[in-house]
């Protein structure tokens, strides 16, 4: 168990719609990252937060959001998802301001299905 | 543009085996990381290692080693006495700075097999 919690583990919706994911990271930790691993893509790095501020900006649409709250949990928001969207989405975590010198703890993933 | 390669798609070992996962790295940047991860069956990501464009010091962890070589662009990353349980996809990546920003980009992993 890495410390860092992801909810829900599976998400189901439907083309068009909008879905929060959400992530709390280990206790300590400033920094939060999204990342997506499809089929098709592979593993992206999405973003990164650290305190509550963007850090680091990846392959993330812009129907993707995220943002980090003052308690440091981190919600990852969809919208007008499309099929290609299904995905395993993860939350990792570190100390410091980056994956240059952290080492990260990843969540169990959520697994999105847009059908 | 960044770009991570690992050619090798599937290795399958008999356990007790040494084996190398290669890994070849496109970048325009004089200071950048590289890593690896490893995502067993159960599909969790471990981060394994973190290394800087400035350390070419090999790194040894356990069973565990990994070479960086600049001036081949390879970060490769070597088990020892190969067990099942390292049986998992294992991907490289590489992070730069990209208009102030640090832009991550892995690899398509490579699955290892450990025969029992």
């Known amino acids: 168990d890495s410390g860092v919690t992801q909810t829900p583990k599976h998400l189901i919706t439907a083309t068009g719609q909008r879905v929060t994911l959400r992530c709390s990271p280990r206790s300590g930790d400033l920094s939060v990252y999204w990342y997506q691993q499809s089929l098709d893509q592979g593993l992206q790095f999405l973003i990164q937060y650290y305190n509550g501020e963007e850090r680091a900006k990846g392959n993330i649409l812009e129907r993707f959001s995220a943002q980090q709250f003052p308690d440091l949990h981190s919600e990852l928001n969809l919208s007008s998802l499309e099929l290609g969207d299904s995905a395993l989405y993860f939350c990792?975590?570190?100390?410091?301001?980056?994956?240059?010198?952290?080492?990260?703890?990843f969540g169990p993933g959520t697994r999105l299905t847009v059908l | 543009a960044q770009k991570v390669t690992q050619a090798q798609t599937e290795i399958s070992v008999v356990e007790k085996e040494d084996v190398t996962l290669d890994c070849v790295y496109e970048?325009?940047?004089?200071?950048?990381?590289l890593f690896w991860y490893k995502q067993p069956p159960s599909g969790e990501l471990v981060f394994l290692i973190r290394?800087?464009?400035?350390?070419?010091q090999n790194e040894i962890s356990g069973r565990y080693s990994w070479n960086f070589q600049k001036s081949t662009s390879s970060f490769n990353f070597t088990i020892t006495a190969s067990q099942v349980v390292d049986s998992a996809v294992y991907f490289c990546?590489?992070?730069?700075?990209?208009?102030?920003?640090?832009?991550?980009?892995f690899g398509t992993g490579t699955k290892l097999q450990v025969i029992p």
């Open positions: 990546a590489l992070s730069e700075s990209s208009g102030g920003y640090q832009k991550v980009t």
């Open positions: 970048t325009r940047d004089t200071t950048y990381y």
């Open positions: 290394r800087n464009s400035f350390d070419e």
């Open positions: 990792a975590s570190s100390v410091g301001r980056g994956p240059s010198t952290d080492t990260q703890y």
